[in-house]
């Protein structure tokens, strides 16, 4: 019985040798753009503007701010809500750029767990 390899596989080891080297670049690659994430920082509203939450790469809340007319002593549920929404929204945006830019060196492969 033959057994067809892909086109290019049949060079054996100097292709598995290439390979290698892109996923090793790849890697380093996605090591350099994971830390240059982790070093920005993002900024978020919710509430209309109301709450602002800044946020860096790292998913650390870095700041919160709150508009004076959000402070109600007789409603504080609302302003806890308004904070977690705030809060959410940031690691979501977090989430979205780094899904984002770690696909561009991916190539969007599913690779779970990397980032």
Do not use: C, H, W
């Not at 598995?16 to 240059?36: F, G, I, N, R, V």
Request: glycine share 8%.
């Amino acid at each position: 019985m033959k057994v067809r390899l892909p086109q290019g596989m049949s060079q054996g080891p100097q292709n598995m040798q290439s390979m290698l080297k892109q996923a090793q670049k790849m890697q380093e690659d996605m090591q350099a753009k994971q830390a240059e994430l982790e070093a920005q920082e993002y900024e978020v509203a919710a509430g209309g503007g109301v709450v602002n939450v800044k946020i860096n790469g790292k998913k650390e809340i870095l700041s919160v701010k709150l508009s004076p007319e959000i402070v109600d002593p007789d409603d504080i549920e609302t302003l806890e809500d308004l904070i977690v929404a705030g809060v959410n929204e940031a690691i979501k945006k977090v989430e979205a750029v780094s899904a984002e830019e770690m696909g561009k060196i991916t190539g969007n492969l599913n690779m779970p767990g990397l980032f």
